[in-house]
C-alpha cells in the first residue's frame, strides 16, 4: 500500500525558508513522478513542482528560482526546499506520487496523495 507521509511546514517571515519533506513508502515503479502540489486558502490547487525517474525537474512559474525540488533515492523521501517565501505561498502543501509524464497542470498521472503540511508565510 501506497503511503506518503509530508513533514516541514511551519510558520515563516517574508524572505523565510523552509524545507518541506514527504517519506514514500510502498510505492516503486519505473517510469514514475513525484511532485509538489498546494491548495491555497481561497481553495485553488496549484502544480508547485515534479521531478521524473529521469531526475527531469519541472517547476510553477511563481516559484522558480525560489524553490528546489529533490528525491532521495535511499530514503525514499521527496524534498522541497522553499526559500525567498512570500505570503502568497501560504497554502497546504501535498505530496503526490504517480507514473507517466509530469503535468503540473492538471495533477494528471498523479495517483496518490499525502495528508498535507501547513505553510503560512506572514508579511
Known amino acids: 500500500q501506497v503511503r506518503l507521509v509530508e513533514s516541514g511546514g511551519g510558520s515563516v517571515q517574508s524572505g523565510g525558508s523552509l524545507r518541506l519533506s514527504c517519506a514514500a513508502s510502498?510505492?516503486?515503479?519505473?517510469?514514475?513522478?513525484m511532485g509538489w502540489f498546494r491548495r491555497t486558502p481561497g481553495n485553488e490547487r496549484e502544480g508547485v513542482a515534479a521531478?521524473?525517474?529521469?531526475?527531469?525537474?519541472t517547476y510553477a512559474d511563481s516559484v522558480k528560482g525560489r524553490f528546489t525540488i529533490t528525491l532521495d533515492n535511499n530514503k525514499n523521501t521527496l524534498y522541497l526546499q522553499m526559500n525567498g517565501l512570500k505570503p502568497e505561498d501560504t497554502a497546504i502543501y501535498y505530496c503526490?506520487?504517480?507514473?507517466?509524464?509530469?503535468?503540473?497542470?492538471?495533477?494528471?498521472?498523479?495517483?496518490?496523495w499525502g495528508q498535507g503540511t501547513q505553510v503560512t508565510v506572514s508579511s
Open positions: 503526490a506520487a504517480g507514473a507517466g509524464a509530469v503535468d503540473l497542470v492538471t495533477g494528471f498521472n498523479f495517483r496518490y
Open positions: 521531478i521524473d525517474s529521469d531526475g527531469t525537474t
Open positions: 510502498g510505492y516503486k515503479y519505473s517510469g514514475y513522478c
